[in-house]
């Protein structure tokens, strides 16, 4: 791989400001219900507590939408409880992850449409994971290009249980920045709040976690304020959600700039996993998202 195409776009929306308060019915129109229900049946996914599948919801789906958009109109709508679940991880473990009713699914993207452009607009160059027309292989390019510049020693760091973690008060005073519409508000704070039914092992309440539609963007505005820090101190820092790496160009440098990512993350209430977190230079390689970056080359693994 090459690193010719590292600089790319922030985001391909238009820049928009803050959500605005507004008539319920802007908001919710049977266009916007549509297409939130294509965007969660394209995603796929199991039935919540309800044990209503996407097949079921298809089938009564002119019900099921104006049912759902009338409640979402007139403030009537409430999350159903959340199961919780725990997934293999590709490179091993488990995965905690937040199996949600088809139709809180349908209304978590209906409100992820309308308040994603706002915040994508504040989001930093820094960031890469779940934004539109970026991925995985962006954010390793633009790794390649500051190894480019001979920034070769890297912080390959990772967070600590983020989603689980991102406290749900200090998260909701974000979203209120850009979200000035109680209504939207208080849907936002009901799925934080939600609660989990199976959460004996972990948290009773949903918070962030994994599964909710929104948990993406509202990791990112979170977050946003970590790669604030950052990138005031001049780093190169790429993230993609909970991962990050910090290239430098000498090992105290590396080491300062962990020290700073510690702390940013301290102020915000995470902390970096001890395990998975390093400071390794080119030379030796190391796997990030999926490849692995060794001296000059580049290999998918």
């Given at each position: 791989m090459s690193a010719e195409r590292a600089i790319v776009p922030i985001s391909l929306l238009q820049p928009a400001g803050p959500v605005r308060a507004g008539a319920p019915a802007r908001f919710f129109t049977p266009e916007a219900l549509q297409r939130a229900w294509l965007a969660v049946k394209r995603a796929g996914g199991g039935a919540g507590v309800d044990a209503v599948t996407l097949a079921a919801f298809a089938a009564r789906?002119?019900?099921?939408?104006?049912?759902?958009?009338?409640?979402?109109?007139?403030?009537?709508?409430?999350?159903?409880?959340?199961?919780?679940?725990?997934?293999?991880?590709?490179?091993?473990?488990?995965?905690?992850?937040?199996?949600?009713?088809?139709?809180?699914?349908?209304?978590?993207?209906?409100?992820?449409?309308i308040i994603a452009p706002s915040f994508e607009a504040t989001f930093l160059p820094c960031s890469f994971g779940y934004r539109p027309g970026l991925g995985a292989e962006d954010a390793v390019h633009q790794v390649l290009a500051y190894r480019d510049r001979n920034l070769r020693w890297v912080v390959d760091g990772d967070i600590q249980d983020c989603f689980d973690s991102i406290p749900t008060d200090r998260l909701m005073g974000l979203v209120a920045r850009r979200v000035e519409d109680t209504m939207l508000q208080h849907y936002v704070s009901g799925w934080l709040e939600a609660q989990i039914l199976n959460g004996v092992d972990g948290p009773a309440k949903a918070g962030a976690s994994q599964g909710n539609v929104l948990s993406p963007l509202l990791a990112n505005v979170y977050l946003h304020e970590v790669d604030s820090r950052l990138l005031a101190r001049k780093l190169a820092l790429v993230r993609y959600a909970d991962d990050l790496v910090i290239c430098?160009?000498?090992?105290?440098?590396?080491?300062?700039?962990?020290?700073?990512?510690?702390?940013?993350?301290?102020?915000?209430?995470?902390?970096?996993?001890?395990h998975k977190t390093h400071i390794v230079h080119f030379d030796q390689g190391f796997a990030w998202l999926g490849y692995f970056l060794l001296r000059e080359e580049c290999f998918r693994l």
């Open positions: 789906l002119v019900e099921e939408l104006g049912r759902l958009r009338e409640e979402l109109a007139t403030g009537r709508y409430r999350p159903r409880p959340v199961r919780r679940v725990l997934v293999p991880k590709a490179n091993g473990g488990l995965r905690p992850l937040a199996l949600w009713a088809l139709r809180d699914r349908v209304a978590q993207r209906v409100v992820y449409d430098t160009q000498r090992k105290a440098d590396a080491e300062a700039a962990l020290t700073a990512t510690s702390e940013a993350l301290g102020e915000w209430g995470l902390r970096l996993n001890a």
